[in-house]
Nanobody, 127 residues
């Protein structure tokens, strides 16, 4: 059964640098895009970053460029999201999602591309 499970969230002080992990099981990362999304209270879910693990090409939302880094370890079936310089505006539930890879080498952050979602991990940025 294809599954993704997030971990690594929690309470973080402004300026903090947590790392989120996404553990994939039941499939090979070589054939899937992995995306990170987030949803803040009262707001719609938005794409944060994604990676095409076959080749390592990545994509980022403008609001995280230069602060967040997505990476993968195909041997371990793990995807990571390193987050730096967090602000209270980054407070949200962060979701990992998997979508079958297509001919596009650059992944996109459209929710419809991804059909296997984790339960999410809460990240709260507060002093």
């Amino acid at each position: 059964q294809l599954q993704v499970v997030e971990s690594g969230g929690g309470l973080v002080q402004p300026g903090g640098s947590p790392r989120l992990s996404c553990a994939a099981s039941g499939f090979s990362l070589d054939y899937y895009y992995i995306g990170w999304f987030r949803q803040a209270p009262g707001k719609e879910r938005e794409g944060v970053s994604c990676i095409n693990s076959s080749g390592g090409l990545t994509n980022y939302a403008n609001f995280v460029k230069g602060r967040f880094t997505i990476s993968g370890d195909n041997a371990k079936n793990m995807i990571y999201l390193q987050m730096n310089s967090l602000t209270p505006e980054d407070t949200a539930v962060y979701y990992c999602a998997a979508g079958r890879r297509t001919f596009q080498t650059i992944c996109n952050m459209k929710s419809g591309t991804y059909d296997h979602w984790g339960q999410g991990t809460q990240v709260t940025v507060s002093s």
